[in-house]
């Protein structure tokens, strides 16, 4: 069970201050785009996403988008907040965070994924060898191909849940929750 154990459990992403990132030692976020960076129905974004993004890249903190989408689609959904991505993840393979690793050359120890997904974004990142932070998702309904998924992460929340009764929703960063 501990494939899918993400590091943290935030509320939402924008909830990862730059200043508590630094603290952990974090210097980039490789973040999912659908219901964590954006709602998937809305490829816009909002005042409060813009905001985050310009606060990290103040503070020297990479964010890269790791999706499982086409290119277009998270070109298309991006390209307004200056964001590099990396399209076609195969999350919850490792492909996807390890060609942006190489492709970026960074640390491991010092990157974090952050996804609304134990089956594709934490089981990806610990297989990755980094931290996983889950996120609650965005909005409650999902595009058609999440829906099987996020059946299958009843059962293994309830079961995460009973081995690790620590894991709990927190506003931020909590150090003790480190890996």
Do not use: C
């Not at 943290?8 to 219901?35: F, H, P, R």
């Not at 990290?56 to 907040?81: D, M, P, Y």
């Not at 999350?91 to 491991?108: A, F, M």
């Amino acid at each position: 069970m501990n494939i899918f154990k993400p590091t943290w459990m935030i509320e939402k992403i924008y909830n990862l201050s730059a200043q508590d990132l630094k603290k952990q030692g974090i210097t980039t976020v490789l973040t999912d785009l659908d219901n964590t960076l954006i709602a998937w129905n809305n490829p816009e974004g909002t005042a409060e996403l813009k905001q985050w993004i310009e606060e990290l890249k103040l503070a020297g903190i990479q964010v890269i988008v790791v999706s499982n989408n086409s290119h277009n689609r998270v070109k298309k959904a991006v390209q307004s907040f200056g964001l590099e991505f990396d399209s076609r993840a195969l999350k919850p393979l490792t492909i996807g965070i390890n060609r942006v690793v190489k492709r970026y050359n960074l640390e491991k120890k010092s990157t974090i994924m952050v996804g609304d997904q134990l089956i594709t974004d934490m089981v990806s990142a610990n297989l990755s060898g980094i931290r996983g932070v889950l996120v609650k998702p965005l909005i409650q309904s999902d595009a058609w191909n999440t829906k099987f998924n996020r059946f299958l992460e009843l059962f293994i929340k309830r079961l995460l849940k009973k081995k690790h009764p620590d894991l709990v929703w927190h506003k931020e960063l909590d150090n003790e929750r480190r890996k």
